[in-house]
């Protein structure tokens, strides 16, 4: 099992080695921004690198929305992402599960969501797994309760989809952790990754605040049942930089009884 975290994107090797990570995920361009990601100088670097590589997409990807000046923007955006990182070797592309406005219909967002692979499929396809990722807040939200969640993959049944478990997200989003795992791998049929983090808000708050392991409202032994679990690799998206990280990829792996 792999274990590693969200580092900083200007050189994800040194950060990885200063956690004695197995695994990066950082983003490719400013997770606030519209922008496409630039060639990278140290891409020949990071594929021949014995390191997972995985990357997350911004944050401001929607492509549930009705608002159809975010969605199709959002559609491009994201298969420009997913086409740089498969250029990196990554091993996925993180994306939250996004939402539609107040008012707006539910079932409207999930056939947006259906759209989008439809429209990279017209363009080739992804090159890479794209991990869909449970959200923590809103009540419209395509993929905070797994009744959505259901919904989602319904409407996506034609295409290869991956899934992103994060743990913060799942109790803030109001699901127990308990057999959590199961629950989800009837609905999607696999967990691609799991983001391994304590949740500084309580349980159904909503508040997508990570913490790190041994902090927040989670204990910390249920986040480690997850991660048995779901027997797939795992990042640490908790504060404190190297040194918080390190101490967060230590304990899984005591926990989990694996080395670095």
Request: aromatic share 6%; with cysteine; proline share 4%.
């Amino acid at each position: 099992m792999r274990i590693g975290a969200h580092v900083d994107q200007t050189d994800p090797l040194a950060e990885a080695a200063a956690r004695s990570a197995e695994a990066v995920q950082f983003f490719l361009a400013d997770p606030q921004g519209w922008k496409a990601p630039k060639p990278r100088e140290d891409a020949d670097r990071l594929r021949a690198a014995d390191v997972d590589l995985y990357v997350h997409a911004p944050y401001v990807i929607n492509v549930a929305t009705l608002n159809n000046r975010i969605r199709i923007p959002s559609r491009k955006l994201l298969l420009a992402h997913a086409t740089a990182a498969g250029q990196l070797g990554a091993r996925g592309l993180i994306v939250h599960g996004g939402h539609v406005n107040t008012g707006d219909d539910l079932a409207v967002g999930f056939d947006n969501w259906r759209k989008t692979f439809a429209f990279a499929a017209d363009a080739g396809g992804f090159p890479l797994p794209v991990l869909i990722e449970n959200t923590a807040g809103g009540d419209n939200a395509c993929a905070r309760r797994l009744d959505a969640l259901a919904r989602l993959w319904d409407a996506l049944g034609d295409y290869e989809v991956g899934f992103c478990l994060d743990t913060c997200h799942a109790h803030a989003g109001g699901e127990e952790l308990l057999d959590l795992v199961d629950r989800v791998k009837a609905i999607t049929g696999r967990i691609d990754l799991v983001h391994a983090n304590n949740s500084k808000g309580g349980f159904n708050s909503g508040q997508d605040r990570h913490d790190n392991l041994d902090g927040g409202t989670i204990d910390p032994e249920l986040v480690v049942a997850v991660i048995r679990a779901a027997g797939a690799p795992v990042i640490v998206e908790t504060p404190g930089g190297a040194t918080g990280q390190s101490a967060d990829i230590a304990f899984l792996r005591d926990q989990l009884g694996t080395g670095a």
